[in-house]
């Protein structure tokens, strides 16, 4: 069975910097494009980044956020910057995923990001 684990999550003040794991496990073949979306309360769920399996990457809105992955690992990360208020939601990684029967794509279960002023 897949599954996407996050961490890193918490709180922090506005302008400092946190990095966000997750780790993929279970019977895994393949992993194909890796990526970070974020849902604030009363919105929609938005893409933040991805990144392809090569390393090329995707921003929304580039900047301040870096994507990474970490293949060995089977591990996306994403780096926060400068972080705003604005950036407070939950945030879920998410991996297209080959196993033994099917591609698909598999979501974490969520991290909390809150950003103080």
């Known amino acids: 069975q897949v599954q996407l684990v996050e961490s890193g999550g918490g709180l922090v003040q506005a302008g400092r910097s946190l990095r966000l794991s997750c780790a993929a496990s279970g019977t895994i073949i393949s992993i194909g494009s890796m990526g970070w979306y974020r849902q604030a309360p009363g919105k929609q769920r938005e893409l933040v980044a991805n990144?392809?399996?090569?390393?090329d990457t995707n921003y929304a809105d580039g900047g301040r956020f870096i994507i990474s992955r970490d293949n060995a690992k089977r591990t996306v990360y994403l780096q926060m910057n400068r972080l705003k208020p604005e950036d407070a939601a939950v945030y879920y990684c998410?991996?297209?995923?080959?196993?033994?029967?099917?591609?698909?794509?598999?979501w974490g279960q969520g991290t909390q990001v809150t950003v103080s002023a």
């Open positions: 998410s991996a297209d995923i080959r196993d033994w029967s099917r591609v698909a794509k598999y």
């Open positions: 990144i392809s399996s090569s390393g």
